[in-house]
């Protein structure tokens, strides 16, 4: 697997520098320049007239391959999450078995550099697929800039893939693998709740994100099923990391809430709830209960070992790689799919006696 930071582009007029001057999207650009895509004549013509002033060089290239060969390319925040590199991981195993090559293109959380990544990617002939790792924050702007992608690279016979993201709007061509956050955090929750916990704080990353929001209804969900009424002091934002767990948990504790059990939206965050209840002079499990999730290695390494929630990783990548090369049909049923969680019981919870 190559790692490729950053997206220089290539030298002279691109793609999109024709678009713009034509005034339509990259998609239509690229349909317009395309043999076998229906577009308006007025359209065409104000394309091939951007390319003329141009000086831009249509490159042959064959939309819809039969036979693809390219490479499958990957999109992601960084490398350095455990989660993210697993999801690396099982990416490039299912491009060498499929006989493809894999790339990885780091964009760091800014979207100006994965907007230079996606021009790089719909200028790039042999790429096969996009694949796009990472909950994010479900925005109109976001919804557009994307579809805007899906329908550029289809239009030149690449496949976007969204891994760990919701699906588009219906007729946007990309494919969605993701994890059951809902279901994960549902199971988290009930196992604490089951073991007489009745007061659990949630530490969350960002409130908009999809994956808070995913997690954060299977909270909620599980306290409703068990009759507990849900405190909304008890639910605490912040960043999806260590800092901001132990931030969160520190705010916690110094407001004083009554809680008797931590569920942290990641085992990294678990970390960090761990040391700020340690600083603090408390112990777990014997004064607080503690649940993660994702299950990275960590996890059983902390002490206690982390009673956490399984994510298949490496499955989730690989199954990226499998929507793009086999490419269902519309219609199919097998456009997006749902990959399973269940909890993972280690020494991190202890039941609560009645008297506690």
Known sequence: ???????????????????????????????????DYPVAEPTRAKVLQAVEELNYVVTSRTPRRAAPTGTIAMVVSDVVSPLRSLVATGVAEAAQD???????????RELRREEEVFARLEETEDVEAVILVGGVEQTDEYEQRMASHARALHARGSQLVLCGRPPLAPGVPALVVEYDNRGGAYAATSHLLSMGHRRVLTLTGPERSTTTIGRVEGYRQALQDFGTALDPALVIPGTADRSGAYQGCLRALGDNLEFTAIFAHNDVMASGALAALREKGLSVPED???????????????SPPLTTVYMPHEELGKAAVRLAVERPAPGSGRERQLLGTHIVIRSSVRPLSSGS
């Not at 499929?98 to 760091?108: C, D, K, Q």
């Not at 607080?288 to 902390?302: H, K, M, R, T, W």
């Open 288 to 302: 607080i209960s503690l649940v993660g999730y994702d299950n990275i290695p960590v996890a059983q390494e902390l």
């Open 1 to 35: 697997m190559a790692e490729i930071e950053g997206a220089g582009r290539r030298s002279g007029p691109t793609l999109r520098d024709v678009a713009k001057r034509a005034q339509v999207s990259v998609a239509t650009a690229s349909r317009a320049l395309a043999s």
């Open 98 to 108: 499929y006989g493809r090559l894999s790339a990885i293109y780091i964009t760091g």
